[in-house]
């Protein structure tokens, strides 16, 4: 795919202006109000003060639809309908019988730095999101524009302090970014200005670990903006960045039914797919497993075509390695392997071949491996159904809650479930037990094992990963006292 060419639609419904006028209308304020070529341009990137130009930005319009923009209050609207969060327990009826995630309010494992305690004003928007893990084993954070409200309505001073907020829990580890640009409206905006201090703030710290970023249904204000700052971003940053102009050339990379993509991003899709008729297609066929496949496929198939071996192999290979040679390496988890390299492997996998780790050379291939693995299960290690009781549990008193996450665990989980958790959650207290070479301690793991033990039907707000994170920590902790068979 051309990453350097977005897919640009001017003749679809929209106010949107186009490309050459806008840099012709660039031009000419440049001209009048002193922001002429690269040199003035690089003055104001570097943070000068707009005021001394006296430039006006164009009224450009970015959604591509002509729909008007909704406010605030169409937005919460819009979430009881489609929520971006989970509402609550899911009744026999299939409805939501109450908002639970407000009853439990912060999850213990969070402190009083909360992003959703200190910007709960900004959060409430659900413009950030956390969706867990991408094919490759790292962190995916979803930006949604359409989420944006009204200027008026938004302080983008503390929009910014919050994404960098929510940016710095995740930055030390390799993480994914994807952008939604659908929804992006002259009224919903942020200002030139605004755009160039988050470039700034962005440093080398945000972009060092920033392995992709995916722009989606990109139009000729994401065109113009790349004309506009392409001269201040580097090589190695610009091969990050990656156009999708459809859903499914996203779901290539990442697994889309575990991303939070907001039901507007969803139906212009639809839009763009009905209207120009991309070749290839998307499908919903699936081809068969094959006979020994690890990867996408339920436990008791692996189970079936393993000999009745609980463990499935990949996770068995992958611990036996990283507990020979990874337990010393810092760090170990935190960063992403080779694509190509996990690719192979995970065919090699698939194929029912064993993988000789040793001879790769990459201790952190392992690793990712065994992320990608539980990531890619079709049903999460501690099963949807058990996600609602699990995350109430959490709120209880800690001898309490001992006592009902052992109940779970033994009554409830099935039993090839609980002796996979089981194995690799003892692998992960020996991690800890060397925590003051790897640098990996209770939390850092949890943080990087907790969206794929378990996630929801529903995606997730960042609250509700907060819990999820806090019941692997406390999984961890407690380990001899909740694995007891």
Known sequence: MDVSKPDVRPDEPNTDLGIDAAEAHIKSVSISEGLPGQTERARFMKGESIGDYKWEEPD??????????????????????????????????????????????SPAFEDENDPDFLYRDIAKFGIVQLAGDDTLGRKVIVVSACRLPLREELDHQRLLKYLKHTLDQYVENDYTLVYFHHGLNSRNKPSFGWMRQAYNEFDRKYKKNLKALYLVHPTNFIKLMWNIFRPIISAKFGRKIMYMNYLHELAQHLQLDQIIVPQRVREYDAFLLTKNKPTPVPTSITHAPLPRQQFGVELKYIKLHNDGEIIPPVVRQCIDYLREHGMQTEGIFRRSANAND??????????????????????????????????????????????????????????????????IMVEELAEDNYFILKYILHFLTEVVANSDRNKMNEQNLAIVFGPNLMWSKNQASLVSVGYVNACTLF????YRDLFVK
């Open 475 to 478: 999984m961890i902790r407690r």
């Open 60 to 105: 450009l319009e970015y959604d591509e639809t002509g729909v008007d923009l909704a406010s605030g209050e169409e937005l919460a609207r819009e979430e009881q309908d489609h929520p971006f969060h989970r509402g609550g327990a899911i009744t026999p009826e299939g409805l939501i019988d109450e908002d639970f995630e407000e009853e439990l309010g």
């Open 342 to 407: 996990l690719r192979r492997v995970q065919k090699t996998f698939n194929e029912g071949a064993p993988e000789n780790f040793s001879k790769l050379g990459d201790v952190h291939l392992p690793a990712a491996i065994l992320k990608s693995f539980l990531r890619q299960l079709p049903e999460p290690l501690l099963t949807y159904d058990l996600y609602d009781h699990i995350i109430r549990v959490q709120t209880l008193p800690e001898e309490d809650r001992v006592k009902e996450m052992r109940r």
